[in-house]
């Protein structure tokens, strides 16, 4: 079938500087569908499509021919947009969010929490003033006597992560709010460089499947979930992906088992103390981390992309990691920059989450009912954004083909949550139809046991149906290129 409405993806490709004219190579078909009040199923296709897109005229650089053609199923689009909740290890589900996670009644309305991982968890008790072992029980007596937005500071000031709920109309309100709503989707710009760089012409493409991003090496200082997402999908058009962890932050295998595909992942500590404490540069065994920091200077010289997911203020911890200081020690590289509220605001400096930023914006306001806060069919502003920040990367490295130097894009999960609330056409209600999802996944053995994963949506004429590896076993790769 063939969408009436093309503006989500026009609008995208706009703000990615793409040539309009290429827009016409993009072909929708297939049934899908992620129900709800927002036009969340417009994003979804207009995200892969620009992302394909990018993608197919990376690859019209390297060949020297045509752009092919683009292919958005919307089957595929929404087995992907849902591949978190899609993924099986020998038929096992992914564990879902932590009780603490969660929508608490507060005294004057909604608060959201994030405590997926032991560090937030323990910081939320902190900041409530409860004990390590408390559940779900103490923590709703606590907020429920208090005020939705007192328990947001306080939490946020104890380093955990909530939100109180609010309307769009607050949001908009906000200083926040107003800033996001009047940042455009994404942004895109040279990198400073010492002298001129001439363009940069990469090898012609060999093999069997068009690989656009074949021969570059992506490191990849992202997690949970829109980072890994674009990185993955770099992965699958050929690119040698290396994600980079903190060794002293966890990590859950389960999602590295739908985000890892394609890369490999091991742990540097490039930081002279720990996030959140004041140990000195040592790893848990009491050995020194020092050279850690080396190691990544060395992979950093024959880097192509890095793409971060630190917040802004945290860069502050890693001397050197900024994008302008990364480009100065590498000319002509891309650096993609994502965080969950912008680089302006009082929030700038927040650590936040896709179901958060539902919250603050008014999203799960519009998507409620009867005064109960509700949540998006899927994790739509990371998925959305990933593809995103790939596409963003894949038009700087076309870029980078035509007029040379290094380049920047950056992009945050609060910009595109204004542009579903405000920038996409809200039509009537997409309901909820019978969906299988079972033609967009495959199955292939893995170092966990035979793991079952949707189908990549990015798609264009010769291209890669499949990921190349399938994700190992978080942190334990050496860190080298292949």
Not at 280 to 302: A, P, V
Not at 425 to 443: H, I, M, N, S, V
Request: charged fraction near 20%; hydrophobic fraction near 45%; proline fraction near 7%.
């Amino acid at each position: 079938m063939v969408h009436a409405s093309l503006s989500g993806t026009a609008q995208a490709w706009a703000a990615l500087g793409g040539d309009p004219a290429l827009l016409g190579r993009v072909r929708y078909e297939g049934t899908g569908g992620l129900p709800a009040e927002l036009p969340v199923m417009e994003l979804a296709r207009s995200t892969v499509a620009v992302c394909a897109l990018a993608a197919a005229e990376l690859a019209a650089r390297r060949t020297g021919g045509p752009v092919p053609s683009v292919r958005v199923d919307d089957g595929a689009v929404t087995a992907a947009f849902l591949s978190d909740r899609l993924v099986r290890v020998d038929g096992e589900a992914a564990t879902t969010f932590a009780p603490l996670s969660r929508f608490w009644r507060a005294a004057d309305g909604w608060v959201r929490t994030h405590a997926n991982y032991p560090h937030h968890r323990a910081r939320l008790l902190a900041a409530l003033g409860l004990p390590a072992d408390a559940g779900v029980e103490a923590v709703a007596a606590v907020i429920g006597r208090r005020r939705a937005a007192e328990v947001e500071e306080t939490v946020y000031a104890a380093g955990g992560l909530a939100v109180a709920a609010r309307t769009p109309e607050e949001w908009a309100a906000h200083e926040q709010g107003a800033l996001a709503a009047a940042a455009p989707l994404l942004t895109r710009a040279p990198l400073y460089d010492f002298g001129e760089q001439p363009p940069r012409r990469l090898p012609a493409l060999t093999g069997d499947a068009t690989l656009p991003a074949a021969g570059l090496r992506v490191l990849d200082l992202t997690r949970v979930l829109a980072g890994p997402i674009a990185t993955r999908t770099l992965a699958l058009l050929g690119a040698d992906v290396l994600r980079i962890d903190a060794p002293q932050l966890p990590e859950s295998q389960e999602a590295h088992n739908d985000t890892g595909m394609g890369k490999r992942s091991t742990q540097l500590d490039l930081s002279a103390r720990g996030d959140g404490d004041d140990r000195d540069d040592q790893d848990d065994r009491g050995g020194c981390r020092g050279g850690d920091r080396r190691i990544f200077e060395e992979l950093l010289e024959s880097a192509d992309v890095v793409v971060l997911g630190y917040r802004p203020g945290a860069l502050d911890r890693f001397p050197g990691l900024t994008p302008e200081a990364l480009a100065v020690r590498r000319p002509g590289l891309v650096v993609a920059q994502l965080s969950a509220w912008g680089r302006y605001g009082p929030w700038r400096e927040r650590r936040g989450f896709d179901s958060l930023v539902q919250v603050a914006t008014g999203i799960s306001a519009i998507e409620g009912d009867q005064g109960q806060p509700g949540a998006l069919p899927a994790q739509a502003l990371d998925h959305g954004t990933g593809y995103l920040l790939a596409a963003g990367v894949l038009r700087a490295l076309t870029d980078q083909h035509d007029e040379g130097g290094a380049r920047l894009v950056r992009l945050a999960l609060s910009q595109t949550a204004a542009w579903l609330v405000n920038g996409l056409e809200r039509g009537k209600r997409e309901e909820a139809a019978a969906y299988d999802p079972a033609p967009w996944l495959t199955e292939t053995d893995s170092p966990m046991g035979r793991l079952r994963h949707a189908l990549p949506p990015v798609s264009f004429a010769g291209g890669p149906a499949n990921w190349a590896l399938p994700p190992g076993i978080w942190g334990t790769d050496a860190p080298e290129w292949r």
